[in-house]
């Protein structure tokens, strides 16, 4: 059993920076897959990027290349989220997920097996 906790989320003006943790614990996540989604309100859950167990495969959702920047630390159990040049519609409850799929389907929520309690980020115009 693992347990993902988030922090990092804020307030921030549009064009400014956040940085996202999830820390894990219960047991190593070394090899697993991990990812980010987000949720905004009134709308589904949706994937942000995804980071395999090295860290040498990164994805991302096309509303966020460019601007976000996904990064693991397997020593200290923990992925970031590096957030760049905020939008508004960035504004949302973000989630840290992970587990040991490693397939194409990595944008869907049923591929991952744990997730965190989320953690929100609103940026304003």
């Known amino acids: 059993q693992v347990q993902l906790v988030e922090s990092g989320g804020g307030l921030m003006q549009a064009g400014g920076s956040l940085r996202l943790s999830c820390a894990a614990s219960g047991r190593t996540f070394r090899y697993d897959f991990m990812a980010w989604f987000r949720q905004a309100p009134g709308k589904e859950r949706e994937f942000v990027a995804r980071i395999s167990w090295s860290g040498g495969t990164t994805n991302y959702a096309d509303s966020v290349k460019g601007r976000f920047t996904i990064s693991r630390d397997n020593a200290k159990n923990t992925m970031y989220l590096q957030m760049n040049s905020l939008k508004p519609e960035d504004t949302a409850v973000y989630y840290c997920?992970?587990?040991?799929?490693?397939?194409?389907?990595?944008?869907?929520?049923?591929?991952?097996?744990?997730w965190g309690q989320g953690t929100q980020v609103t940026v304003s115009s």
């Open positions: 997920a992970g587990g040991p799929y490693s397939g194409n389907s990595y944008y869907f929520t049923a591929s991952y097996n744990f």
